[in-house]
């Protein structure tokens, strides 16, 4: 889908930092939702869409499940790591045929224009992952 590249050419998933991850049950629906996205002027490489088993991978290293660096970076789970359970969260519904959309936002409107746009669709998860901060925004 070219309105939405984002995450096309990334083998894994870094941290998101400014950014709001969300689960959309119905994969047209995520269609609809990009479109609305690139309606308010989201770019495509602003969107990013991860679907199936084999996106669902690139949530490996953030999720402790592969590679030397995947353990380091997720040492510190018992220490307050802050994502790594949502992450989790976001393969399983990948796993389970659901889309996972990610959006960067750059302030607290874009963040609750986006919030506001994934709702209307009936995304759920809706999380917001700043630079400090982890949020849900909607269950």
Do not use: C, W
């Amino acid at each position: 889908m070219k309105s939405a590249n984002k995450f096309d050419d990334q083998e894994s998933l870094p941290v998101p930092d400014n950014h709001i991850l969300a689960i959309i049950k119905n994969p047209e629906e995520a269609k609809v939702v990009v479109e609305a996205l690139n309606g308010r002027g989201f770019s495509p490489d602003e969107i990013g869409l991860l679907a199936g088993e084999a996106d669902a991978e690139k949530l490996d290293a953030a999720t402790g499940k592969k590679g030397f660096f995947a353990k380091m970076l997720t040492s510190g789970i018992d220490m307050g790591d802050r994502d790594t359970e949502y992450f989790k969260q976001y393969r399983s519904a990948l796993m389970q045929g659901s889309t996972m959309i990610g959006v960067e936002v750059k302030n607290d409107e874009t963040r609750d224009e986006v919030r506001q746009i994934l709702k209307t669709h009936g995304a759920r998860f809706i999380t917001s992952f700043g630079r400090f901060v982890t949020e849900v925004l909607e269950p």
